[in-house]
């Protein structure tokens, strides 16, 4: 054996066990990643979209939520913090404070039917966390921003159709090359 396929060989399972070390903590890091992103669809969007989705009347709308609901959102709140966000805890404490001032006031109804920021905010969680799981989702509400203001029909299958004209260049320049 000469030094030069000595080295060669050498340089070669010094690349290949770099490549290997690379690949698995990129493996370990998505199998982590995903197992607490499960965690936190299970233990925390999951409960949430049940509380507020039994607020939601197909033919009204949303009727807003009482104070044994947000009752129960600030329990799970308090007893799992490190899975919020710190968008949701504040919407969670916002609405935590106005049942504290209408408690107070002596009103005794179903607070925040005209603010649906929470619905909102929980349904695009809700749906996100269950496409990036690979579980069915609902479009609308993984594209939020393109969805906002009238004309939701016209702005998603336009949004649609500039992803199906990008693909299909795509597709041709690929060939072209």
Do not use: C
Request: charged fraction near 30%; aromatic fraction near 16%.
């Amino acid at each position: 054996m000469t030094w030069s396929q000595f080295i060669t060989i050498f340089l070669t399972a010094i690349v290949t066990a770099g490549f290997a070390n690379i690949f698995g903590y990129w493996k370990d890091k998505r199998v982590a990643s995903t197992k607490y992103i499960e965690k936190v669809f299970t233990e925390l969007y999951l409960p949430i979209y049940k509380i507020v989705d039994q607020k939601v009347n197909p033919i009204d709308g949303f009727e807003g939520l009482d104070e044994h609901d947000i009752e129960a959102l600030i329990a799970i709140l308090k007893d799992k913090p490190e899975l919020f966000d710190p968008k949701l805890e504040k919407i969670i404490y916002r609405y935590y404070e106005k049942e504290y001032a209408n408690w107070q006031y002596g009103e005794n109804r179903s607070f925040h039917e005209n603010d649906t920021e929470l619905l909102d905010y929980v349904s695009i969680a809700f749906n996100k966390t269950r496409k990036s799981l690979g579980l069915p989702y609902e479009v609308k509400y993984v594209y939020p921003i393109i969805l906002k203001g009238k004309n939701l029909k016209k702005k998603m299958s336009r949004y649609f159709k500039i992803r199906r004209i990008v693909r299909k260049f795509m597709k041709r320049f690929k060939k072209n090359k």
